[in-house]
C-alpha cells in the first residue's frame, strides 16, 4: 500500500465504494484515484498530512491554484474538484467528518460546447451510396455503423454485444452500460433482418467468443480497429472534426429531437443517468431553429 493510502485510508475504501457499490469503470475508478493520490501527495507535502477532519478549503483552494498555475485545464480542473466533492460527501455518509471543506469551493467556469453530429443527408449518403468491401470485414463494418447510428450505444456497448442480447420476439437490443445498468433499445425491421443475416453467416468462431460481431479470424472487435473504421467511412461524407464513433451517438441523440422526440425517452435510449445529460441535444435543436429562422423569416 503506497504512503498516500496509509495516510489516508479513507481514499481505499472511497475507491471500493465506487468500484463494488456504485459499480463504476475501472476506467472512472482509475480517475478518481489519480486526482484524489495527487490532493493527499500535495496535503502530504505542504500541509504535513493533516487529519481528514482537519482539511480546509482553503488547502483544497490553494491546492487548485497551484493546478492553474501549472497549466492544468479548467475542464481538468473541474474533474479533479468534483472527484473531492464526491469523497468529502461520502465521508460525510460514513460520520467521518461533519461538514464538507468542499462547500465553499468554486470552480472555473467551462464554456459548453455543443456536440457535434453528422447531417442526415450525409448519414443517408453513408448507407446508401457508400461501398463497402464485398466481405466479411465490409459486411461487418457496415452494419456496426448502422448499429451505431440505429441505437446511440457507446463504442464499449457495442463490441462486448453477444448474440443473445439480441430479441427478436420483442424487437429490441438489451445493452449493459455504465454502472452495469441494463437498458432495452427498440430496433426496426430492417435492423433486426440485417443481424439476423449477419449472425447465419458468422465465420467459424474461437472457442471461448461468443460476441455479436467479431472479425474475419472469429476474434472479438477491438476498440481501436472500430474506431479506425468509422473515422475511415465518416471522413468520406463529412468534414467535422470528430469522426468517432461518439459523434454517431451524438447524430443519433440529435436527430430524435430535431424530429420531436421527447426529452426523457432520448434519456432512456441513451442510458444516461441524469436529465441534465441529455439537456445538451436540446441546444443542438434550439440553434437549428435560430437557423431556419435567420432564412425564412423577413425580419430576421
Known sequence: MSETHQNYPQLHLFLNYLQFEKRYSLNTVEAYRNDLEQFFLYLTN??????????????IRSWLATLKGEGISSKSINRKASSLKSFFKYQLKLGSITTSPMITISTPKIKKRLPEFVLEDNLDTLFNHVEF????????ESLVLKLFYSTGMRLSELINLLDSNIDFQNSQIKVLGKGSKLRNIPLSNEMLDLLKSYISQKPKIIEGINNLFINEDGKKLQQRSVYAFVHHYLSLITTIKK??????????????????????????????ASLASTQVYTHNNIEMLKDIFKKAHPKA
Open 133 to 140: 468491401p464485398d466481405n466479411w470485414k465490409g459486411k461487418t
Open 243 to 272: 469522426r468517432s464513433p461518439h459523434i454517431l451517438r451524438h447524430s443519433f441523440a440529435t436527430h430524435l429531437m430535431n424530429n420531436g422526440a421527447d426529452l426523457n425517452a432520448v434519456k432512456e435510449l441513451l442510458g444516461h
Open 46 to 59: 505542504e500541509y504535513e498530512t493533516p487529519l481528514l477532519s482537519d482539511i480546509k478549503a482553503t488547502f
